[in-house]
């Protein structure tokens, strides 16, 4: 949360941040468009459009707001799986902020922050098979697969500990919360490209 509350700092000094929180934001009232599909991210969905009209959306620092913790680690998992899907549900119904041409910089922003955000998992996929296939042939190569292995070995000891109190070190939550991070968001656009549409909130 941290970090994402650092990378909208820094998107509004640049313009834009991407997107409202969910938890509280405002928006001018003649610049709210209702949402007709229910299977998207609705703060996405609505403070996206905000910058698509030629207005700022902003990242107050100052603003406070409480959220329950999640009751469980599995709720918390199935909550980003299905942020996954309906945010890339908001993104296709919002093609045109897209193009930088009519966008800007906000547009670049966009595919950083959400399409590629959502890509890791499939670059992680590929990225594996090749380190195996090139070490093979390279020593370098190998080192990297081991530190691959390695890594992901360490997410599973966090897996395994995530009970314990071992289990809140971040050297086994780092790689833990990065592995289930991008599984939920493979999951998430797995079940869009199967049709899947998740319209509870």
């Known amino acids: 949360m941290n970090y994402d509350k650092w990378v909208k700092r820094l998107e509004s000094q640049v313009g834009s941040t991407i997107s ?7 928006i001018r009232k003649h610049l709210f468009v209702p949402i007709s599909d229910p299977a998207q991210a609705d703060d996405f969905a609505i403070s996206a459009r905000v910058v698509t009209q030629g207005y700022r959306v902003v990242f107050e620092s100052e603003a406070i707001s409480y959220e329950d913790p999640p009751i469980s680690s ?6 980003k799986v299905r942020v ?3 945010s890339i549900h908001g993104i296709l119904n919002l093609k045109q902020a897209l193009c930088p041409w009519h966008h800007g ?18 670059f992680l996929f590929i990225a594996f098979a090749a380190n195996v296939v090139l070490a093979l042939e390279s020593g370098f190569y190998k080192l990297l697969l081991l530190g691959e292995l390695l890594s992901y070995g360490i997410a599973l000891i966090g897996y395994k500990l995530r009970y314990h109190k071992w289990g809140r070190i ?17 999951l998430g656009v797995l079940s869009l490209l199967r049709g899947g549409r998740i319209t509870i909130r």
């Open 105 to 122: 910089f906000y547009a670049i922003e966009l595919h950083s922050h959400k399409v590629l955000r959502y890509s890791v998992p499939f």
């Open 20 to 26: 409202a929180s969910g938890s509280i934001y405002a």
């Open 170 to 186: 971040k050297l086994f939550y780092g790689p833990l919360h990065f592995c289930l991070a991008n599984t939920a968001a493979f």
């Open 84 to 86: 996954a899907n309906q």
């Open 74 to 79: 599995r709720l918390e998992f199935w909550r």
